[in-house]
């Protein structure tokens, strides 16, 4: 199988929560020191730094994250660079790392993420959030992301039949599978009318219908496959990774049940690797909101468009069925820094594939990463194997 | 030559200055549409987008930067990836888009660099660039960049005996640069006097040592050697890349009369390409404040340790002189859009080494373009050639 040459050797994340003893740079530290010690490398090996972060100039007052993580780590002078794409922003240092790898230039470099998210008040928090849309014809006009969100789930509905009780499923599995992980946020036993009942949002979007606001840093240290084998037993090969974008306003899209950005990268990762999706064993989705899921488990392939809803109420994607998604608790459950998760996406199939995923250790042989920007204006995809 | 195996074939900037009418987007399409018709590329060839941009968030309520450039200039559903290292995005926007190229996915990527800083009060734009430094211990105490560039100024007068009179020459020369080029911000014909009689901003740094806020935009469509063959008669190499990090806070370094990440950039270009600084015909270096221009034309060593102010008292960076430095204008009279910057700098290069410069044109094969964020904390280098 063709694969991108670059390898995962070890991986670290903080708890994602309420951190309110430790700022950014604490997390951030946190989590690159375990990913470091997992790996076996030494900072000196290391030849460059990527961190997605989405807004930190807005949420702590401050830019410039990638000298500040090499700053923190003691790895200057090494290269660091912070990308961004909104809540896609680690999925992208995950990209960028690896292309940086291939590029020629570095053989060992860490990607990380990081966002400090409770130091602003909530409203604060909802606004800067905002941002990922388009603050022209969206956010400036009073969308906030539930209200973008229950657009698509009520054109899903409309066009599919699909229902509350099949997103409130969603979240009830998501944070089921948070009971069994310690680094989550919310291990909650949920029913199904516990979802109905909580407050709306943005109908047809119930506060357990959408993840929460959290505190959190995860790191991933990447290898060249040659190198990779001098640190790690088990490296997890990246086998492909792609990206894409579409616009930032839902209004300018031909189809609001479907990311045409999910569609584009997950194409390209299948055509990379000659996987289908039915190859997957095991997925970590962008589930900001219960809806999001059940859009990306058609997008990406695994159920067909439509049929969504109804395969999660089947149960058909709880750990060891069909496919395993969400093993983490997805953002829904596990939390959602948005800097951070796509790196922790990749961290959670980090652990499944190695079979070191403990208590909620799901049988796999590839693991699918899928991390949304926004609304669907960026999507970032990566496909991982043993 | 060892090179990037990457060229540059079409740019394209704004004017730099205060665009009450034009929002973020709209510059940032303005430069990218110069480009793609200065390089003859169809949109549809375009592979990937880079955009360099510092604070959108808190200067106009935007994130997802690289997405909004894809969206506005009909590129979906191309990857489009938003980097940011403060001042020094737009120079590493350059940097990964080139490493995309190295890496194989793409054929043909454009660069951009934007800031539209005009839409905040003066103050908020200031508390803005406060976060290119240590948040929670430089500008929460209070420092501003011109406090911490004014330490910089100081130990340099202390330890070389640098003169006021001689950082006020570098702003006589660029603001006479700047009046050759129509894209410039400030064209002023100065006096030293002009400059030392200059309201204090913080000493001994006046207002006329400091470069201004500056709405704008840049960019530049690069191909891969082969492929830039069939689209252009006139290609400029990249012939090498590099970026270093330090640490944020200036009180964390062991000399501040010089910019680590600077030097280790530095040393990375000039080994790559076996060039030594004389060989260097033309620059244009990061001159936010005045001293900052001596500094780095020390740092990169065209000429010696604290003979940079004297260098320019001599005129030895004018236009055809030594090394002709800042023929833009640079950042102090050109203007300073912090995320545009670094590319802007790749645009004048351009011109330059093709012949278009006009009026500013000079002798030149090589160019080297310095990108600094913060206070030093990233510094990116580029050595272009025909």
């Not at 229950?150 to 899903?156: K, N, Q």
């Amino acid at each position: 199988m063709k694969t991108t040459g670059v390898s995962i050797i070890g991986v670290g994340m903080t708890k994602f929560g309420e951190h309110w003893s430790k700022g950014l740079r604490d997390l951030m530290a946190e989590a690159g020191v375990k990913a470091i010690l997992d790996s076996g490398v030494d900072g000196p090996d290391i030849d460059a730094i990527y961190g997605g972060s989405m807004s930190p100039g807005r949420l702590i007052g401050q830019e410039h994250i990638g000298a500040l993580i090499a700053d923190q780590s003691g790895l200057n002078p090494i290269p660091a660079t912070r990308v961004e794409a909104a809540c896609a922003s680690g999925g992208l240092a995950l990209r960028e790392a690896t292309l940086s790898i291939m590029s020629g230039q570095n053989d060992i470099v860490i990607a990380g993420g990081v966002e400090k998210m409770m130091d602003v008040q909530t409203p604060q928090a909802i606004t800067t959030l905002g941002g990922a849309a388009d603050m022209e014809w969206e956010t400036s006009f009073g969308a906030t992301f539930p209200s973008l969100y229950a657009l698509i789930a009520r054109r899903h509905m409309y066009e599919f039949g699909t229902t509350e009780e099949q997103m409130a499923a969603v979240a009830v599995k998501n944070h089921r599978n948070a009971c069994l992980n310690e680094f989550s946020q919310y291990c909650m036993n949920l029913t199904v009318e516990d979802v109905m009942n909580s407050g709306v949002v943005a109908e047809p979007l119930k506060l357990l219908d959408c993840s929460p606001l959290t505190d959190g840093a995860a790191a991933v240290i990447l290898a060249k496959d040659d190198v990779a084998k001098k640190y790690c037993d088990t490296p997890i090969k990246i086998l492909a990774g792609a990206q894409a974008s579409d616009t930032l306003a839902l209004h300018d899209r031909e189809d609001l049940s479907r990311l045409r950005a999910t569609t584009h990268a997950a194409n390209a990762v299948y055509k990379d690797t000659g996987l289908s999706p039915s190859d997957i064993d095991i997925a970590e989705v962008h589930d900001c909101f219960t809806i999001a899921e059940i859009v990306a488990i058609e997008d990406l392939g695994f159920f067909k468009k439509g049929e969504g809803g109804k395969a999660t109420e089947d149960g058909l994607t709880q750990r060891n069925s069909q496919i395993s998604v969400n093993t983490s608790g997805g953002l829904k459950a596990c939390g959602h820094p948005v800097g951070a998760t796509g790196i922790k996406q990749a961290v959670e199939l980090t652990w499944q594939l190695r079979g070191d995923a403990g208590k909620r250790q799901v049988k796999c042989q590839y693991g699918l990463a899928h991390n949304v920007g926004g609304s669907g204006a960026t999507a970032v995809v990566h496909i991982l194997g043993r």
